[in-house]
């Protein structure tokens, strides 16, 4: 049913803390599947409150734990973006319902939340206004996320 996808664009609200990381984690899984050359990979956020912002400090202390430097900085979601992309990856229902909104009836991307490539499926909770451990949370989730956008997408 999937097609093989040559591009993706992680989306969150902000983009400063969960698409961001999503897009960082994305990185790397391809660089070590040998993968990064032929694979275009971005974020975008939903609101402009933060363009052109490094990520959160927050994200990108418990990055730097893990061994990721996030080098991102937010922009919104474009129209240009759905033509562009093959895969638009939301991190929780709003992101879709907001995505769904937005996408020209005519545009090539297809949608998916990060929810259906982790076990059991579920949203990447919005880590602004919580603690250390939601920032930690995030990252465990999206790495599983992104070995199985890897195996599912890409190969
Ligand atoms: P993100 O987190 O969507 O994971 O980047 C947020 C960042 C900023 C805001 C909300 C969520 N905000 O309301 O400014």
């Known amino acids: 049913m999937n097609n093989k996808v040559k591009s993706i664009l ?8 969960r698409s961001p990381m999503a897009e960082t984690i994305m990185a790397k ?3 070590d599947a040998d993968l990064s050359s032929t694979i275009h990979i971005d974020s975008a956020g939903i609101i402009d409150y933060h363009e052109g912002e490094k990520a959160d400090i927050r994200m990108r202390q418990h990055a730097a734990d893990h061994g990721y430097d ?11 973006d759905f033509y562009n992309f093959d895969l638009i990856v939301g991190m929780d229902r ?7 909104r937005k996408r020209p009836a005519d545009a090539k991307a297809r949608l998916a939340m990060v ?3 982790v076990t059991p499926p ?3 909770p919005d880590p602004y206004y919580g603690g250390d451990a939601g920032f ?3 990252i465990t989730l999206l790495e599983e996320a992104c070995q199985n956008i890897l195996k599912m997408e890409v190969q």
């Open 10 to 17: 992680f989306v969150c609200l902000g983009n400063i803390c």
């Open 94 to 100: 709003s992101n879709m319902e907001e995505l769904e």
């Open 29 to 31: 899984v391809l660089d």
């Open 122 to 124: 579920q949203p990447v």
């Open 70 to 80: 996030i080098l991102h900085r937010s922009r919104p979601v474009t129209e240009d």
């Open 115 to 117: 929810a259906q490539y």
């Open 136 to 138: 930690e949370f995030v």
